[in-house]
């Protein structure tokens, strides 16, 4: 029998082994390599993007409609402060970091900014010396110009405004001094306007911040050139304004009076109300004057007392008896007030001096006493409610039977008419001033409002949370394309499984004698083979007996074989 002895090499050191990451790179295709490269720097640059997007910052307004002027001022200050800075709005508005903006605003107000296009009365701050009476009163003007536009420009639905003030010289004649005027521009917001009681305050405010000015002298036009101040009788308009105002106040009060007290008894739901006032808003003024007589023996008051006594006296003797009685002077005169007056003329012996004779005599008396008068003026109050109507519908009532089938069914007269008492209370029903109270009992007629559900991507919430998102679901989803489709299968590449390197050593040595002694060992049938005699001995068989036989003694020169031949090196 033949032995062969394969002849063993001494085994090499083994040399450092590369990186398992370098090794799978040197083993990709060109192509592969610029697919790895282009990937990684996608994913370089979404993760970048995403940084950004996370850490950018919260601009908010800043300043809004400056005029040209004072919108290059801020942005001038804030290139000079650092302070980044972006337009929007077509440039109307200027925005900042959120977290600077009120920082930024009190900098810039401490420098004055925005100043403003109209000027008020810091035109008086900057006075030249020498200057004229004329011009001072014309900086006046214009900064009383200035301030008024400025305060009606604040009102929410005035984008502009400008004032044009006339005041006239005032000279030392009274007479001849002439009233101030003014007109106002405004320019109203797209969409906007100004409802009556709007005009009416401008127009008041510019008339008390003038001396002597009349409401009447102030015109409001807006910027189409309509009128809005109407300047030829605006306390008409004012007055109807607040009379419609009242009538409708005292129709709301009445109403909710008749459903507080209705409500809890019939429901909520089961009652309707509405009440009409028919006010009277003439004003009257009625002056009486009545005389009557002094009846009785009231005393009158005498108002003038006038009293002529003329007469003529001669050198005939007296007549008459002499004596104390003839020359006692003359009585007071009676006038009664009601009685006849006594005979006015000659009265003889009365006031005459003794020796003497009276010819004639005459004697007048006029007494003007006050008249009783009385002198009444009565005013009527405006509105006065001339009529009342109240009119009331009640729903009929509701019953459920043992079925649950509902049913309705209509309230009991007794019921109605106690209503309407309580109704008639409420409003304070008066028959002589012609109050009416209707109340009617019928079937509401229930109508389901229709639903219109929002689709939940159309909700607000719903597409306020997508936008959001949008940005970090946006960078993840490229993400994982860009990985999935050009980094991962270069990776799988990379990591496919190496060769394995010979085993160093005694432990290298125990494991290839553990695998020979499995593979001697194993008796594997291989199909396809004929089968051998069972008392033949063949030449194979003499081979392979050699062949585990050396195994068994020298398992690190059969070790080196196999490997020699898995290398593809030869012995």
């Not at 306007?193 to 911040?209: E, F, K, N, P, W």
């Not at 009527?380 to 049913?407: K, M, P, Y």
Request: aromatic share 4%; glycine share 8%.
């Amino acid at each position: 029998m033949n032995t062969a002895v394969a002849e063993i090499d001494a085994p090499s050191p083994p040399e450092k082994a590369p990186h398992p990451l370098v090794q799978g790179f040197s083993r990709l295709d060109t192509s592969r390599k610029i697919m790895l490269g282009l990937g990684v720097l996608a994913m370089v640059a979404v993760l970048a993007t995403a940084f950004y997007m996370a850490n950018r910052p919260d601009y908010r307004v800043l300043y809004a409609n400056l005029s040209d002027k004072d919108g290059g001022a801020v942005l001038a200050q804030l290139s000079q402060m650092n302070i980044p800075y972006r337009h929007a709005d077509g440039g109307n508005a200027i925005l900042v970091p959120a977290n600077r903006v009120h920082d930024t605003r009190l900098r810039l107000a401490s420098q004055g900014l925005p100043r403003g296009a109209v000027t008020g009365f810091e035109l008086m701050d900057n006075t030249r010396l020498g200057m004229t009476q004329f011009q001072e009163r014309l900086t006046f003007q214009r900064g009383l110009e200035g301030e008024l536009t400025r305060t009606i420009s604040s009102l929410n639905s005035v984008a502009e405004a400008r004032v044009h003030l006339a005041l006239p010289n005032q000279n030392g004649f009274f007479r001849e001094q002439q009233k101030p005027s003014a007109s106002v521009l405004v320019t109203l917001f797209p969409g906007r306007s100004l409802d009556r009681t709007q005009i009416a305050g401008i127009v008041h405010l510019v008339a008390s911040s003038v001396p002597e000015m009349q409401p009447s002298a102030v015109s409001v036009v807006d910027q189409h050139g309509n009128l809005l101040s109407q300047t030829t009788n605006p306390q008409n308009d004012a007055v109807d304004s607040k009379q419609l105002e009242y009538i409708r106040m005292l129709e709301q009060m009445y109403t909710q009076r008749i459903l507080d007290l209705l409500e809890p008894v019939v429901g909520r739901q089961n009652v309707r109300a509405q009440v009409t006032a028919d006010v009277d808003f003439s004003l009257t003024e009625q002056t009486s004057e009545q005389h009557r007589p002094n009846q009785g023996n009231n005393e009158a008051a005498v108002r003038s007392t006038q009293l002529i006594e003329a007469g003529i006296q001669s050198d005939q003797p007296v007549p008459g008896v002499p004596g104390a009685v003839t020359n006692l002077p003359p009585g007071a005169p009676g006038a009664p007030i009601n009685a006849d007056a006594a005979p006015l003329g000659i009265v003889p012996g009365n006031n005459v001096a003794a020796g003497t004779t009276e010819a004639s005599r005459r004697r007048e008396q006029v007494i003007n006493y006050e008249v009783d008068r009385t002198v009444s003026v009565t005013r009527g109050s405006t509105g006065n409610i001339r009529r009342l109507s109240a009119a009331v519908v009640l729903n009929h009532v509701e019953t459920t039977d043992r079925r649950g089938q509902a049913s309705s069914a209509p309230l009991p007269p007794e019921q109605i008419e106690q209503i309407n008492a309580l109704v008639r209370e409420a409003i304070g029903f008066n028959p002589q001033r012609g109050d009416s109270v209707n109340v009617l009992n019928a079937a509401f007629t229930r109508t389901e409002p229709e639903a219109f559900d929002t689709a939940w991507w159309k909700q607000p919430d719903t597409v306020e949370l997508a936008r959001s998102m949008a940005w970090p679901l946006g960078m993840l989803v490229l993400g994982l394309i860009l990985f999935l489709g050009m980094v991962r299968p270069a990776l799988k590449m990379m990591s496919a499984p190496a060769e394995r390197p010979g085993a160093q050593g005694e432990e290298a040595t125990r494991t290839t004698g553990l695998q020979l002694d499995t593979v001697v060992d194993n008796e594997t049938q291989r199909p396809g083979l004929p089968a051998p005699a069972p008392n033949e001995v063949t030449a194979e068989m003499l081979r392979l007996e050699d062949a585990k036989r050396l195994a068994k003694e020298n398992p690190v020169a059969v070790a080196n074989i196999v490997r020699g031949w898995m290398s593809g090196e030869t012995a």
